[in-house]
């Protein structure tokens, strides 16, 4: 049995006790991190990176991650969630993807690398393809990821925040995981949705180097002897 498939027998066995028989029903089966080269994943038992809370058993909620230090920076939070999967499995749900991403930000929507799919790799190698590879026509079991690629200068720090909730708040680039047959008869709807937003602020102000304010004091010093000469031959 394959170290992935491992992972899905031991984090699906630990999934089923929140399970209830209310339509619509969500669950967070894996997750994963990769946050400028350090990865964090959930078969480890590491703890989930970044502030704030996702609930426990649907994985809802929304995190945040501080930048401080200059220079570039990477960011993957990688999601499998399942919807009602005690009633109709998770083999029936698609995703989708909503908007233009924004610039150095990358996402991906795939089967989880259970049997196929290359998501799980991608977190790991800090590197998303951009690509759904699940839309509507072709169900299955979804999982989606969120990236990020900035550069901070000297000054300037940045904080990251990463939102899963079954209501859309966002009118900016965001993903979809879709289960058109939900509820005990199968005729309701349930998808969650995932965005992602950047914000950087400050910025260093430009002070000039000690040789600099040298020149810049004898140029003042010239200009005021010239003037007094001028004043003086007058």
């Given at each position: 049995m394959s170290s992935r498939l491992s992972r899905f027998v031991v984090l699906?066995?630990?999934s089923f006790p929140f399970m209830s028989v209310q339509a619509g029903t969500i669950n967070l089966t894996d997750w994963a991190f990769n946050i400028n080269g350090d990865i964090s994943e959930a078969y480890l038992g590491d703890p989930m990176p970044?502030?704030?809370s996702l609930d426990a058993s649907t994985g809802l909620g929304t995190l945040s991650f501080d930048f401080l230090a200059p220079g570039s920076h990477s960011f993957v939070g990688f999601f499998d969630m399942d919807i009602d999967a005690h009633l109709n499995t998770y083999f029936n749900e698609f995703g989708a993807a909503h908007g233009t991403a924004g610039a150095g930000q990358s996402w991906q929507i795939d089967e989880p690398g259970y049997v196929f799919g290359s998501i799980y790799d991608n977190t790991l190698a800090g590197s998303l393809s951009n690509s759904n590879?699940?839309?509507s026509g072709t169900p299955e079991d979804v999982s989606f990821a969120l990236g990020w690629d900035f550069v901070l200068a000297p000054g300037e720090t940045a904080q990251l925040f990463?939102?899963?909730?079954?209501?859309?708040d966002t009118t900016g680039f965001y993903l979809e995981?879709?289960?058109h047959e939900t509820g005990p008869d199968f005729s309701?709807?349930?998808?969650?949705y995932f965005w992602s937003s950047l914000e950087i602020s400050g910025g260093s102000v430009a002070v000039p180097?000690?040789?600099?304010l040298g020149l810049l004091a004898l140029g003042l010093m010239l200009v005021a002897s010239r003037r007094s000469g001028t004043r003086q031959a007058r």
């Amino acid at each position: 049995m394959s170290s992935r498939l491992s992972r899905f027998v031991v984090l699906l066995s630990l999934s089923f006790p929140f399970m209830s028989v209310q339509a619509g029903t969500i669950n967070l089966t894996d997750w994963a991190f990769n946050i400028n080269g350090d990865i964090s994943e959930a078969y480890l038992g590491d703890p989930m990176p970044g502030s704030g809370s996702l609930d426990a058993s649907t994985g809802l909620g929304t995190l945040s991650f501080d930048f401080l230090a200059p220079g570039s920076h990477s960011f993957v939070g990688f999601f499998d969630m399942d919807i009602d999967a005690h009633l109709n499995t998770y083999f029936n749900e698609f995703g989708a993807a909503h908007g233009t991403a924004g610039a150095g930000q990358s996402w991906q929507i795939d089967e989880p690398g259970y049997v196929f799919g290359s998501i799980y790799d991608n977190t790991l190698a800090g590197s998303l393809s951009n690509s759904n590879n699940l839309p509507s026509g072709t169900p299955e079991d979804v999982s989606f990821a969120l990236g990020w690629d900035f550069v901070l200068a000297p000054g300037e720090t940045a904080q990251l925040f990463l939102t899963l909730s079954h209501v859309l708040d966002t009118t900016g680039f965001y993903l979809e995981q879709v289960d058109h047959e939900t509820g005990p008869d199968f005729s309701e709807s349930t998808s969650i949705y995932f965005w992602s937003s950047l914000e950087i602020s400050g910025g260093s102000v430009a002070v000039p180097e000690p040789a600099s304010l040298g020149l810049l004091a004898l140029g003042l010093m010239l200009v005021a002897s010239r003037r007094s000469g001028t004043r003086q031959a007058r």
